[in-house]
């Protein structure tokens, strides 16, 4: 590097002065805006830089970047009762209304062992195991994580069967008793 005089800053490292009479003519003058572009993350982006010999000479458009923000996180999507499967998910319980993880419970239906002894009639004793083992004709049970109520029913073979509270019973007014003093 070159020597600098006592009254001068110091200049940073990355800096390097130009050299009067080394840039050409007509540099800062050809370079243009670029018309705006859609920004493709897997291209470097470009601006327009304008030579430091003649930066005073005309006026040098920059195109900005677009501001990169970080997503959004994802809010846990609640599952509708009717769309249950076979695995736990986040639901509104109708119970104690919260949000929470649902625990399943399988259960064998009707329709394996019904399975069962068409096995074991037609193949042997030793088949009869075969659906219980291959869980054929499982029945899903989703229990609300946080108030242990049964919320849906999966069966093997329809729609879900959800549970939902009942009602408070409708009750018609007590008839009043006629006052004493009026008879």
């Not at 195991?129 to 109520?149: S, T």
């Amino acid at each position: 590097m070159e020597k600098q005089d006592q009254n001068e800053e110091p200049l940073p490292p990355s800096y390097s002065p130009p050299v009067i009479g080394s840039c050409p003519e007509n540099t800062a003058k050809d370079i243009t805006a670029a018309p705006p572009q859609q920004h493709n993350p897997e291209q470097p982006e470009k601006t327009a830089t304008a030579s430091p010999c003649n930066v005073t000479d005309s006026i040098v458009a920059v195109e900005e970047a677009p501001a990169k923000t970080a997503p959004a996180p994802e809010a846990p999507r609640v599952t509708p009762l009717e769309q249950l499967n076979e695995v736990p998910k986040l639901i509104d319980c109708p119970f104690c209304q919260y949000q929470v993880m649902t625990r399943v419970i399988e259960e064998n239906s009707s329709q394996t062992t019904i399975a069962a002894l068409l096995c074991c009639i037609f193949c042997g004793v030793i088949c009869a195991f075969v659906p219980y083992l291959c869980k054929w004709a499982q029945e899903y049970h989703h229990f609300c994580g946080n108030c242990g109520v049964k919320v849906a029913i999966r069966p093997t073979d329809g729609p879900v069967q959800v549970q939902r509270p009942m009602p408070p019973p409708n009750y018609p007014a007590a008839p009043t008793a006629p006052d004493a003093a009026y008879k």
